[in-house]
């Protein structure tokens, strides 16, 4: 999932968003902004994996100036819909002037009650309750996945696996630690006999490393999904298959088909909404938020994010326990 890492000093090429922009100028403020994704572990949440309270009352000025905001994470749609019901507002008590942009039209990005959501790092797209996309994992892959980690388990490793689909997450472990993890996560999961026998659509396989996963099982994972990528059992090409695994925390590694990102997701989103990157800012702090950034020009690492976040974004955030997202949403919408 998405975690949060310690402190990472800040190369000079990136400025701080309540700083200055690269050129010298103040940070970009009362821009014209239309849609604002945001990661949510080590980036919005607090320290005790809260929403800061001072974020509502700015999502509620988004929605009356038909800004979309969307949370984009590791973790299951069930939960971050229990997150942000909240946030959920009901039209009938909306103006029509409240809806409508300047021609009289509703606007596509304000107008759904609902907020659109990108769920288990870009395999799941939701909008409204509606399913807008999903990204399958092929099922002999799903085995495959499955088998190294039981071989890893099998050498030592004290790992939990969790096989997410479009209706749940499924779990053989049940001990209280793991569960502990799961339940943070997945809202909506059960424990069953054997993973292998899942009858859903697996969009994700996520690997709990109770070690360091980036030192631990994550480049073992890793080689054997590139030594094998885009070929079936005989060795024929399969690109249209092809598999990604990713470090999404500490102890967290995602299986997944390689175009299940959160950038790809966001793009397709951005077609939906037909709203482009000079009106999308990004927020981020872990290698599964890296694509975010490729896909909005108003991109911000936090500045307690992974360093490889920092080449790639334009601006800094303070961190998520400075209450980063939201002050720098404030500066953005002229609020501050």
């Known amino acids: ?21 690269r050129d010298g100028s103040a940070g970009p403020r009362g821009v014209d902004l239309k849609l604002v994704v945001c990661d949510m572990d080590g980036t919005l949440l607090d320290g005790e994996g809260a929403i800061p309270d001072d974020l509502w009352p700015v999502l509620e000025i988004m929605r009356r100036r038909r800004i979309a905001f969307v949370p984009a994470s590791g973790r299951q749609y069930a939960t971050l819909k ?15 002037t409240e809806l409508s942009g300047t021609d009289g039209h509703d606007d596509e990005a304000g107008r759904d009650a609902n907020m659109a959501f990108i769920a ?73 006999e054997d993973l292998s026998a899942v009858r859903d659509d697996v969009i994700k396989i996520a690997v709990y490393d109770f070690g360091d996963a980036e030192k631990g099982i994550y480049p073992r994972l890793r080689d054997a999904n590139q030594n094998c990528a885009g070929h079936d059992q005989h ?9 990604r695994v990713v470090l999404s925390g500490k102890h967290w590694i995602d299986v997944s088909n390689t175009e ?31 694509d975010l950034f490729d896909h909005a020009e108003l991109s911000y690492a936090m500045a307690n994010s992974h360093p490889d976040l920092f080449d790639r974004a334009r601006f ?21």
């Open 260 to 290: 299940a990102t959160k950038g790809h997701a966001l793009a397709q989103l951005q077609d939906i909404l037909a709203i482009g990157p000079a009106q999308t800012a990004a927020f981020g702090d872990y290698l599964n938020d890296l």
């Open 1 to 21: 999932m998405d975690s949060a890492p310690t402190g990472t000093s800040q190369p000079s090429r990136v400025e701080s968003c309540d700083a200055e922009s």
């Open 82 to 96: 229990s997150m942000f019901d909240r946030a959920e507002f009901d039209r009938a008590e909306l103006s029509r």
């Open 120 to 192: 288990e790092n870009g395999a799941q797209l939701m909008r409204g309750g509606e399913l807008l996309a999903a990204s399958v994992i092929d099922p002999e892959y799903v085995a495959l996945t499955l088998e190294r980690v039981e071989r890893l388990s099998a050498e030592g490793h004290d790992l939990g696996t969790v096989v997410c689909g479009t209706q749940g997450a499924y779990i053989h472990r049940d001990d209280d630690a793991f569960l502990a993890e799961v339940r943070t996560y997945y809202r909506r999961h059960r424990v069953v």
């Open 235 to 243: 060795g024929h090409g399969r690109a249209d298959q092809a598999h």
């Open 316 to 336: 800094v955030a303070p961190s998520n326990l400075d209450g980063g997202v939201v002050s720098t949403l404030k500066h953005l919408l002229a609020l501050d």
